[in-house]
């Protein structure tokens, strides 16, 4: 499984931004697809997940903010930012898994793309 994560930029505090990871291989409905935001000087959180069956979980720092979703058809996860916060700065990381679980052991990661939140 190779994931392309892509969608990151520069935004004032309370804008959004979507960010999507395109998943390769033909076995994408089976994935439980999670993102993960890692700041500055801070170690790598559990930002999102979404399971194969449909399931969604989130962090509580982005409860009711962050939405995910799956399109099965073009191989890929989106995250939907709203209400973005300066804390939310970080490189955000699409993984995936086969299995349960979904804050961590993660076996497939993409590169990260950098989201900003200025205040």
């Known amino acids: 499984v190779q994931l392309q994560a892509s969608g990151g930029g520069l935004v004032q505090a309370g804008g959004s931004l979507r960010l999507s990871c395109a998943a390769s291989g033909r076995t994408f409905s089976s994935l439980l697809l999670g993102w993960f935001r890692q700041a500055p000087d801070k170690e790598r959180e559990f930002v999102a997940a979404f399971t194969w069956s449909g399931s969604t979980y989130y962090a509580d720092s982005v409860e009711g903010r962050f939405t995910m979703s799956r399109v099965i058809a073009k191989n890929t996860v989106y995250l939907q930012m709203n209400s973005l916060k300066p804390e939310d700065t970080a490189v955000y990381y699409c993984?995936?898994?086969?299995?349960?679980?979904?804050?961590?052991?993660?076996?497939?990661w993409g590169q990260g793309t950098q989201v900003t939140v200025s205040s």
């Open positions: 993984a995936a898994k086969y299995g349960f679980g979904y804050q961590d052991n993660y076996d497939y």
